[in-house]
């Protein structure tokens, strides 16, 4: 399979939106559920979201009711859309899944919430 690769990443004012993109070429796409993490300066990557090839969708803590995350699979693309940015939404953002016992990691893509 394949690495996953994340887009859509960079400066954004505290209170702006962005949305960001992640790509997983192939055929297995709309059966993989597919997660995004975020991992910030000096702490853990946390999950985020998770949403099923169908299209359920889980958003948690601390960013459930400002993300959401939804999917195109005619376009093998999921999607993370975030709103009323914090700077504490500062991190390096991630995509991932699990195919057969493996999981595949994107490279991230920044994103740098400050005035």
């Known amino acids: 399979q394949v690495q996953p690769e994340e887009s859509g990443g960079g400066l954004v004012q505290p209170g702006g939106s962005l949305r960001l993109s992640c790509v997983v070429p192939g055929s297995i796409f709309t059966s993989l559920r597919m997660y995004w993490y975020r991992q910030a300066p000096g702490k853990d990557r946390e999950l985020i979201t998770s949403i099923s090839g169908a299209g359920d969708g889980n958003v948690y803590d601390p960013v459930r009711g400002r993300f959401s995350v939804s999917r195109d699979n005619a376009k093998n693309t999921v999607y993370l859309q975030m709103s009323s940015l914090k700077p504490e939404d500062t991190a390096v953002y991630y995509c991932?899944?699990?195919?057969?016992?493996?999981?595949?990691w994107g490279k991230g893509t920044l994103v740098n919430v400050s005035a």
């Open positions: 991932n899944y699990d195919w057969r016992d493996k999981t595949y």
